[in-house]
């Protein structure tokens, strides 16, 4: 995908970005914090 392979210089599709362990791009950062507040799930 090429949006993949913009913004991790990979050309994964979304599984493999999921299961990469690579850092989440600064853009996402509002996002994730949204997410991380009200998930069940414990974060690290």
């Known amino acids: 995908m090429d949006v993949n392979r913009e913004m991790y210089g990979q050309p994964w599709d979304n ?6 362990g690579v850092k989440p791009p600064e853009a996402a950062a509002k996002l994730l914090a949204v997410l991380n507040k009200y998930s069940a799930r414990k974060t690290k």
Do not use: E, I
Not at 15 to 20: A, D
């Open 15 to 20: 599984k493999q970005v999921l299961g990469s």
